[in-house]
């Protein structure tokens, strides 16, 4: 698995953060790579996906309009921008990919990186 977060942190309420994940991996292919968060005590959630090739992303609900996720030119990096963070937007947060079947990124993420704690106070 060659999925690497980094980027977390502790916030406070209103704060922004950027999320890295080192996909490169991943990235040649035409994959998902998504972004994942588990809150204390609660199950796993997804926040947002793109598509390797044609960089079409998606969003939660609890994203939209505050998340941004993006990949760099060299596709090596996906990233999510956190802003306007809220206490319940702490999490660990995970990066995860998918294969892209017919066009429609796969549900089962198989990989899956070692997460990276997001505190918001």
């Known amino acids: 698995v060659q999925l690497v977060e980094s980027g977390g942190g502790s916030v406070q309420s209103g704060g922004s953060l950027r999320l890295s994940c080192e996909a490169s991996?991943?990235?040649?292919?035409?994959?998902?790579i998504g972004w994942f968060r588990q809150p204390p005590g609660k199950q796993r959630e997804e926040v947002a996906h793109i598509y390797t090739v044609g960089r079409s992303v998606y969003y939660a609900d609890s994203a939209k309009g505050r998340f941004t996720i993006s990949m760099d030119s060299a596709k090596t990096t996906v990233y999510l921008q956190m802003n306007s963070l809220k206490p319940e937007d702490t999490a660990l947060y995970y990066c995860?990919?998918?294969?892209?079947?017919?066009?429609?990124?796969?549900?089962?993420?198989?990989?899956w990186g070692q997460g990276t704690q997001v505190t918001v106070s």
């Open positions: 991996a991943y990235t040649r292919a035409n994959r998902c």
């Open positions: 995860a990919t998918a294969r892209v079947v017919l066009g429609v990124c796969e549900d089962d993420f198989k990989y």
